[in-house]
């Protein structure tokens, strides 16, 4: 790990310690998905070259990809004004980010009747990603 | 107010009531800010066709571009797949969402020898756009 560690002070890591992640594809400008990082994630992420999140279901960090092998190449690291979201522009290998197997998280769409529609295929099967 | 509000209940609001947001330019693909809604803020956005935030620093709703005229016509409203957070495709009036009067709220970038730099340029002078 590197001593230059300052930048990671700027961050406003909110009462849990966390920072809130925008995974944005850059090619296509796709939004992927939205998760969250720890210091140590965002340290990681930024030393090796793809991105660590901070799973807040199991507790510990979460190298995307580290089972389905869908990683994230990171291309950009942004901070908003208030410096306490962080933007990551990434390469999604496999073009799947989602855990259902789709492109992006962000499948579902609102309809002004008032209900929400998967309207993204499945890429692959969950089963076939999750063996 | 429409009856119909089945739709908000499928959303996972959090232990405060709220649901990130991403408000992504529709016509770019930039990610343009993050902020919260409740679920008001989420039924206003939907019926208005302007986007509604909760401000979590002032206690209340926020009509986006209030003060400064840089309101956000909603162009989607995505949700992602667990139900958790809403991405909210705009068109951005003024084409500045930031109160720095950038752009983009994510105007810094982090550089690999260990810092973090504004590299968006300012396109109107805050004191302009708030007077």
Known sequence: MSENTRWLNEVKWDEHGLVPVIAQ?????????FAWMNRDALQRTAESGEAVYWSRSR????????????VQK??????????????????QVGGIACHTGRHSCFFQKYFADGHWQAIEPVLKDPQEIYK
Chains 1, 2 share one sequence.
Do not use: F, P, Q, T
């Open 59 to 70: 507790r510990k960090l979460w190298h995307k990809g580290e089972e389905s092998g869908h």
């Open 25 to 33: 594809e850059a090619s296509s400008g796709d939004v992927l998905m």
């Open 74 to 91: 990171v291309v950009d690291i942004r901070i908003d004004c208030d410096n306490d979201v962080v933007l990551l522009k990434i390469e």
